[in-house]
């Protein structure tokens, strides 16, 4: 049986690639040092494969044909999906043994994921990989979680779902070694008049609940406040995922600063489980 | 403020969406949309005034019509619009953004 060996989570933006320099260098450093360190704390988890957890902005999905969740399903996945994002082509190496694991587990368990055998993902999964320098280097599992056209999933939905992907990790027997990833938030605005505010003090209370690992609180939080935090923080419902995977596991959070010119407060955190505990 | 103009898109806000991500999915689309707006418009089912607001880059209005944050900003993005013009549009907006 495999074990769940470490969750993360970091924020993500395509402005961290395309506009570097909008930043001061102090700010623009620690940033990139704190996703290499975040990449060397989920390599040394030693995983086999990572589940990507994030959101498609639109690129594979449209509204005629829009999943609440979905589960890549491939060996292989293009990317990125933006012309315009400043990266370099590149495929990341896909896990559909896994993949269909957690797909079968999730419909027995009452969840009703899409699944992709085709995705090009987006900055959403690979600007973290890429920081992190783990873009080339680990097999991945995308889920996509819809944060960004409503009518859109409960904040509750996500932590369930994230209690169920604790489960069906452990009752995969293809490989030992998982990692979670989820990426996105924490306030930001996207394309608003807000653009460019950043609700600081939501981030911290949502970091703290997070901590406190009171579920309820917590889920009041995200669901109640989500509207002051921007569009952009639509995407805890990543974050919640991971928390409900990690199942009580202690929170640490790496990271946290707002960057207005970035658009986006960026936070960086980890679950200890597993081996990593 | 809240985080959407609507809780689920209008027939139109489809239609000014299905244009912003038409324009850099498809082949062909972008150079076709960059040659003549107008001409790459003509065929969408949108009012003469909401294709003006498309092919001017009139972002806060787009925003309050309903269109899509992310494919509004990706657009603005793969047409190189600055980012200080895409964020001053929408800020002269704000006071008519959906409260509540």
New interface residues.
């Given amino acids: 049986m495999a074990d769940l060996v470490g969750v993360f989570a970091a924020s993500h933006t ?1 402005v961290m690639l ?2 570097p320099d ?1 930043v001061e260098e102090a700010d623009r450093s620690a940033v990139y040092d704190e996703f290499r360190k975040l990449g060397a704390a989920l390599a040394a988890t030693k995983p086999q494969t990572v589940i990507v957890i994030s959101d498609d ?3 594979n999905f ?2 005629d044909n829009l999943p609440a969740f979905c589960i890549g399903a491939a060996d292989s996945y293009a990317s990125p999906a ?3 994002l400043a990266v370099d082509r590149h495929a990341l190496r896909g896990d559909s043994a896994l993949s269909a694991h957690v797909l079968g587990e999730a419909l027995e368990a009452g969840f009703d994921p899409a699944f992709s055998m085709q995705l090009t993902l987006d900055h959403g999964v690979l600007t973290p990989l890429v920081l992190a320098g783990l873009s080339r280097q680990v097999a991945i599992v995308p889920i996509l979680v819809n944060c ?4 859109l999933p409960t904040m509750a939905r996500c932590l369930q779902w994230g209690r169920f992907l604790s489960t069906a990790i452990r009752s995969y027997r293809g490989c030992e070694r998982v990692a979670i990833l989820a990426t996105g938030g924490i306030s930001h ?8 505010m950043i609700n600081e003090a939501f981030d911290r209370e949502f970091l703290r609940l997070l901590e406190l690992d009171d579920s309820e609180q917590l889920l009041r939080f995200a669901t109640d406040h ?2 002051e935090a ?2 952009g ?2 995407e805890i419902r990543n974050w919640l995922m991971a928390h409900g995977a990690a199942a009580g596991h202690r929170f640490e959070l790496q990271f946290y600063r707002p960057l207005h010119k970035w658009y986006t407060g960026i936070g960086m955190a980890r679950w200890h489980t597993g081996d990593a505990s | ?4 103009q ?4 209008t027939i139109q806000a ?1 239609w000014i ?2 244009v912003l ?1 038409d324009v ?2 498809k082949e062909g689309h ?1 150079q076709r949309y960059n040659a003549s707006p107008d001409a790459y418009l003509s065929a969408i089912p949108l009012s003469a005034e909401i294709k003006a607001l498309i092919r001017d880059n009139a ?2 209005a787009l ?1 309050l019509a309903g ?8 657009h ?3 047409l ?1 619009m600055p ?1 200080a013009e ?2 001053a549009s ?5 006071g008519e ?1 959906r409260r509540g």
Avoid: K, S
């Fill in positions: 395509p395309n506009f909008a902005h639109l690129h449209f509204l933006e012309h315009w960004v056209q409503p009518p605005d996207v394309a608003t008049p807000r653009m460019g989500v509207n921007g569009n923080a639509e | 403020m809240r985080n959407w609507q809780d689920i898109p489809y969406d299905r991500f850099h999915h972008l972002v806060g925003y269109a899509n944050p992310y494919l509004l900003r990706a603005c993005l793969g190189h980012d895409f964020v929408l800020r002269a907006v704000a953004a």
